[in-house]
């Protein structure tokens, strides 16, 4: 029996959702995206679900797209004379991370493990994260000629420019103690301890009032949400792949470095 791509489970007053694709270190397809998508939907609309946790399948919480699937999407990519070509499907990955930025409902990341490019992104965009030691985060999409776009803004929010220019432009991936220090995430516990942690906070969240916890989550999002939807506009005219983006997939498949790396 095929296994499921995105696992879905209520445990009271949580529901969790598990990145499940160990082979690929839960890297997001656009499949996967589709099926966090319809989790999303299926927490909203459940009463008995007071808040949602992300957490990855075995060693990573997600290493971010799959880079298989755009390596044969830039094959049938038709590029501009610039060189440059939008990606309809990139598109709805960043869909996903705005989804889960505004869900209704408080949502807790459970990091287990490695979460880069647009896995951290999904770390950043939930409202509280936990993280195990062994956990390492980090934006090295430049690294394979990809624009680090939506996550750039979410980041921002969160750690401010200067951590953010660090991250970003070099692209190392830091440790979960790093990552509070700079306000990425909020606490680093043992392995063992880390979806109690995030059913602790479930509980925590599940006291508050219904409603008023609705009204507080949009108050909290119209704070940044007009620079957020800016951005998401701006993002969206530009060339999300380059000549460069398939240069750099080539040579990290093939194990090489890029022509660019020094």
């Known amino acids: 029996m095929e296994t499921e791509l995105v ?45 949602l946790i992300v957490t990855g399948a075995e060693s990573a919480f997600s290493a971010g797209m799959d880079l298989k699937e755009l390596r044969r999407a830039l094959d049938e990519i038709k590029f501009d004379k610039n060189g440059g070509a939008l990606w309809a499907d990139a598109f709805r990955g960043e869909e996903l991370v705005d989804r889960l930025y505004r869900f209704p409902k408080p949502t807790i990341a459970a990091v287990n493990g490695a ?39 979410h980041l921002m929010r969160l750690v401010g420019e200067r951590h953010a220019r660090f991250l970003v432009l070099t ?20 392995r063992d301890q880390l979806m109690a942690t995030a059913m602790k906070w ?17 108050l909290l999002e119209k704070v940044s949400a007009q620079a957020v939807s800016m951005k998401m506009a701006e993002y969206k005219a530009a060339p999300l792949l380059t000549d460069e983006c398939r240069a750099g997939l080539e040579a990290f498949f093939e194990k090489r470095p890029a022509p660019w790396a020094i």
């Open 115 to 153: 979460a880069a490019a647009a896995g951290a992104a999904l770390v950043s965009a939930c409202d509280m994260a936990v993280a195990a030691p062994e956990a390492r985060i980090g934006y090295p999409e430049m690294r394979r000629g990809i624009q680090a776009g939506m996550v750039l803004i």
């Open 171 to 190: 692209g190392e991936l830091i440790t979960a103690d790093r990552a509070k220090e700079i306000g990425l995430i909020n606490e680093v516990v043992q």
């Open 7 to 51: 696992g879905y489970e209520t445990r009271y007053p949580a529901a969790v959702i598990t990145l499940n694709c160990p082979q690929t270190r839960n890297a997001l397809s656009m499949p996967m995206v589709d099926a966090i998508m319809a989790a999303l939907h299926r927490a909203e609309d459940d009463s008995s679900v007071r808040a």
């Open 202 to 218: 479930a509980a925590s969240v599940a006291m508050n009032a219904p409603k008023a916890e609705t009204i507080t989550k949009a």
